[in-house]
């Protein structure tokens, strides 16, 4: 079932993954002279998945059975890429990570950003570093459980 959790925190996912498409779509303009390598087309293409990933997961198997869920073709696609998802991030924030990291050093690009991406190239530089603290962060709460952190805390205080 769709909750109001679950609505805002995918409006965000696809809303993040939309900025990373536009972002991605407008560096291969042909005024724009970015360097296009793999990382580019595999940013763009995984940000595609997610985003049909996402709303396969929030508006359709979260609102259905697993019984009925399993009849449905595309269900075993789903759980693999469901699968697949925590090894191709660490790709994905790789080949980010890097790309926009290189792009903005470039002088053949920088027509580009300042002009046609100035204010998404900054917020695409900004969540870079935030993707890596959140990854990271997500790593070091399934190694060490939050409620045993907070449990941990409670007994000390």
């Given amino acids: 079932m769709i909750t109001l959790k679950n609505l805002v925190i995918s409006t965000i996912q696809l809303v993040m993954y939309g900025f990373i498409i ?8 042909k005024n724009c002279l970015c ?3 793999w990382r580019h087309d595999f940013i763009a293409i ?3 998945i997610m985003i049909v990933f996402i709303v ?3 508006y359709v198997f979260d609102n259905i059975t697993e019984s009925q869920a399993k009849s449905i073709e595309i269900y075993h696609s789903y759980t693999l890429i469901k699968t697949l998802i925590p090894f191709t991030d660490i790709i994905h924030i790789y080949a980010f990570f ?8 470039s002088k053949t690009c920088s027509k580009c950003l300042s002009k046609r991406l100035k204010k998404t190239n ?7 570093y935030i993707f890596v ?3 990271v962060l997500t790593i070091l709460f399934v190694i060490f459980p939050v409620n045993d952190l907070v449990h941990d805390i ?3 205080l």
Avoid: A, G, P
């Fill in 22 to 29: 536009y972002y991605m779509n407008t560096l291969t303009h």
């Fill in 35 to 37: 360097k296009i390598d």
């Fill in 46 to 48: 995984y940000s595609w």
């Fill in 56 to 58: 396969l997961k929030y």
């Fill in 98 to 105: 890097t790309y926009v990291t290189e792009i903005n050093k």
């Fill in 122 to 128: 900054e917020f695409m530089v900004h969540r870079k």
């Fill in 133 to 135: 603290v959140v990854y």
């Fill in 154 to 156: 409670k007994h000390i």
